[in-house]
């Protein structure tokens, strides 16, 4: 059974998480509603999120793992590329090989799909070996 002071810990960790994510998005040049699709969120708890303005959140268990995805992806870009035109610009760059087809990482991301994040982190962890 969980404590007040757990609940309070892992929410405060979800709004933590969420704040990072909203935060990468933005380097992306995301728009908010490829952020609100992409993380599963509401138009006003990305608002919050993009001002710093939660101390706790309670997300669930798909809105976490969104949130994992995207962090892991932007770890594999940081370990990938060293200068951050490249580390926050490639989710923009049009890509053709298989699955991007002449589309960006981020329009595919943007849709909200959840298979198409997960495609999508693993493609990009790929290119640095994916060895997590």
Do not use: C
């Not at 993009?50 to 932007?74: A, P």
Request: hydrophobic fraction near 40%; glycine fraction near 6%; aromatic fraction near 10%.
């Amino acid at each position: 059974m969980q404590t007040a002071h757990d609940i309070s810990q892992n929410r405060a960790a979800a709004a933590a998480g969420l704040k990072a994510a909203v935060r990468i998005l933005d380097k992306w040049q995301a728009s908010g509603e490829q952020g609100e699709a992409i993380l599963r969120v509401s138009h006003s708890t990305y608002a919050r999120a993009r001002r710093g303005d939660l101390v706790e959140i309670k997300l669930d268990s798909d809105q976490l793992t969104r949130i994992s995805y995207l962090l892991n992806i932007h770890a594999a870009l940081r370990m990938i590329f060293d200068n951050p035109e490249n580390l926050y610009g490639f989710v923009n760059l049009v890509n053709h090989n298989p699955y991007f087809n002449g589309r960006t990482p981020l329009e595919i991301i943007g849709s909200g799909d959840f298979a198409a994040l997960y495609e999508t982190f693993k493609r990009i962890d790929s290119l640095r070996g994916s060895q997590w």
